[in-house]
């Protein structure tokens, strides 16, 4: 009577095993359907925001993770933003687009509540641009202080996307993620 009961567990404990390693693996290692069908997750790795019909799409101007000209010295960090413009349409076209940045401070791993992230930066404006035409635009960050995790969000239309998440480090660098 018990070795078939123990029987039963074995098949029930291994019958769970596989199926939580099939549910589970996947989306841990964050594997991807190489046959061109769609993943799991999904990763933007040029963030982009259309309104309009005009696109912006935003990248830093220097290397990412290069030590900045006054490393060691905290009111010299800033990035230079490179914001470029491209009106997909065949026809003239005005896009209203606001740039937002926040900072946050690393919250302890153990905390409950996340913290609210504070505007430190804020700018909008309008781009008007002819049938297939760009315009690039350069944006200077306020300076950033260590030990805090900036985002810069760019809204337009009805969309709002966070573009690029930076976190200065003690070397003087800034690791950017897009």
Do not use: Y
Request: charged residues 10%; hydrophobic residues 45%; positive net charge.
């Amino acid at each position: 009577m018990w070795r078939s009961r123990l029987i039963t567990l074995i098949v029930w404990a291994a019958g769970t095993f596989a199926l939580a390693l099939a549910c589970g693996i996947p989306a841990v290692s964050n594997a991807v359907n190489e046959s061109g069908a769609a993943g799991w997750t999904t990763t933007v790795l040029n963030p982009r925001i259309c309104a309009n019909g005009i696109e912006l799409t935003v990248t830093t101007a220097d290397p990412a993770t290069q030590p900045s000209q006054g490393a060691g010295h905290e009111s010299n960090q800033v990035v230079k933003f490179v914001v470029r413009a491209l009106n997909l349409t065949d026809r003239s076209a005005t896009g209203h687009f606001t740039f937002q940045m926040t900072s946050v401070a690393p919250t302890s791993p153990i905390a409950r509540v996340m913290p609210v992230p504070t505007e430190i930066w804020k700018d909008s404006g309008t781009v008007a641009l002819d049938a297939g035409q760009s315009k690039t635009f350069t944006f200077t960050s306020p300076p950033l202080a260590e030990k805090r995790i900036f985002t810069l969000i760019l809204a337009g239309g009805d969309q709002s996307i966070p573009m690029l998440t930076l976190s200065p480090q003690k070397n003087g660098a800034i690791a950017v993620s897009q």
